[in-house]
């Protein structure tokens, strides 16, 4: 079955960065679209940035755009957000997702556990 596993989630003082990777397993990896989703506490899953099957295309959301960097290496099926100065509303849990390129959570079909990522002012 499809596994997706993030890792590289924890605390950070706001200003640093943090890399998240996402390990996918039990799909043909290079025939999705790999998204990041976050979910703070009392707030609705929200997209973060999202990467084209062969990587060539992305789309990030306002708030992280400029900040953070989606890429992917379909040899490894691992997907990474790069999250530089790091703000404390960017305190959240992200999922990694595999599924259509698109920002809405329900292009998506498989969904990993979450990486809890949590920013110190």
């Known amino acids: 079955q499809v596994q997706l596993v993030e890792s590289g989630g924890g605390l950070v003082q706001a200003g640093g960065s943090l890399r998240l990777s996402c390990a996918a397993s039990g799909l043909r990896f290079s025939t999705y679209a790999m998204g990041w989703f976050r979910q703070a506490p009392g707030k609705e899953r929200e997209f973060v940035a999202t990467i084209s099957e062969r990587g060539p295309d992305t789309y990030y959301a306002g708030s992280v755009k400029g900040r953070f960097t989606i890429s992917r290496d379909n040899a490894k099926n691992t997907v990474s957000l790069q999250m530089n100065s790091l703000k404390p509303e960017d305190a959240a849990v992200y999922y990694c997702?595999?599924?259509?390129?698109?920002?809405?959570?329900?292009?998506?079909?498989?969904w990993g556990q979450g990486t809890r990522v949590t920013v110190s002012s």
């Open positions: 997702a595999a599924g259509a390129y698109g920002s809405r959570a329900d292009n998506y079909g498989a």
